[in-house]
């Protein structure tokens, strides 16, 4: 594959592949979602040049989607995780965060009397009360007065996550010492006037891969003091990784009644292994899009993968074809876009410690994968990392 580095013939790519997906219920989005790391296999050589300009074109590409959310995106993706059999997932990495960063809290509230905690892409404050609600059953109190921030780009969902924990809050024991903040930002640009270590917990929620480049796991690391921790619980795959594995998500999307297909084609995600020879609708606008980007094939798309991140990769398609369905019977497309910067666990963990946070070996152990019982794998997991 040809590789472009000219603004120019990047901003070509980028509407290429949006023409290709203009039919699907589910639109891509910007290319420049994906991860940084993975350019190159969407064609695209990242240089000196033009570095500045992907990074800020990224950043764009992700505030755009989240800056007008409201109820109706909210229930669709409520309505399509049901489908997808994922819809608990997000509450239990709010309650697994809550539950690690507990004991944390307590030490800070023996060691200074109380803490300050930043929760990045707060959303409606759901893990900001998940973390509230913990220390409210457990009677930890601070001693002095504790600050959260709630960053976040959607004003909507602010003005919701100030109502939320303001009901919490009242009455309780932590009216007093717990001040809630908030900011409408959600990337590094929300840390750019903060001073270095101004926080001992940091606290993530399906928020950490809303970034195509890792610069905000820097940030986080700076803000953060020498002895501060980050909770964090996210969807990990490797789907945007490659345009072959795209491939067949698209192949999905354009036979959304062929239930054989379906299968096979999950099958194969699962297993890296006899890709479908069944006959099916292969779209012009898929076909091209195999045509420029998989001149090698797609038989290979999922091999090289362990068994949990291919598991991971049939959770996630689950959940696209169930956003797919939902906007069809709506009659509308998606308001969110497929193409995300979601990264394997072990990319994770790299990512983490090439920013300077650190794992302790018990601490390994408390990767938990919340969806092993559904069979799929890594999709879905809370971490603890230390500063130092």
Known sequence: MELVSRIGEIERLERFVRDLTAWSPVPSGSVLRVPAYSYPSWGILPTLRNADWLYAKSCNAWMSEWQETGPALNMLVNEASKDAG????????????????????????????GFDAVDLGAGTGATTIAVLSAMLRHGVVP??????????????RLAEAIVSTGKLLAG????????????????????AGLPNGMFDIALANAALHHHSFNNHLSALHRVLTPSGALFA??????????????????????????????NDVLRFMG????????????????????RRFLRDGAEGAFAGLS?????????????WLAVGRRSRQLGVRS????????ER??????NLTNAGFTFATEERSKYHKLVASKGLGELSVVMRARNH
């Open 86 to 113: 994922i819809s608990e997932l997000n509450t239990l990495m709010n309650e697994k965060i809550g539950e690690l960063a507990l004991p944390e809290i307590r030490k800070l509230i023996d060691w200074q009397g």
């Open 143 to 156: 001693k002095r007065e504790s600050m959260f921030l709630l960053v976040e780009p959607s004003a909507s």
């Open 172 to 191: 309780s024991a932590l009216e007093a010492p717990i001040t809630i903040m908030t900011d409408t930002k959600t990337d590094v640009r929300a840390f």
């Open 233 to 262: 619980g996210d969807w990990h795959n490797s789907m945007w990784e490659r345009p072959s594995r795209v491939y067949w998500l698209l192949i999905l999307l354009a036979n959304p009644d062929d239930r054989q297909l379906k």
């Open 271 to 290: 297993s890296g292994k006899n890709p479908p020879h069944t006959d099916w609708i292969e779209r012009p606008e898929v076909m091209e899009f195999r």
């Open 307 to 319: 068994e949990e991140e291919r598991k991971a990769n049939v959770g996630m398609a689950k959940f």
């Open 335 to 342: 308001p969110i876009y497929f193409l995300e910067s979601h």
């Open 345 to 350: 666990l072990s990319m994770r963990v790299a």
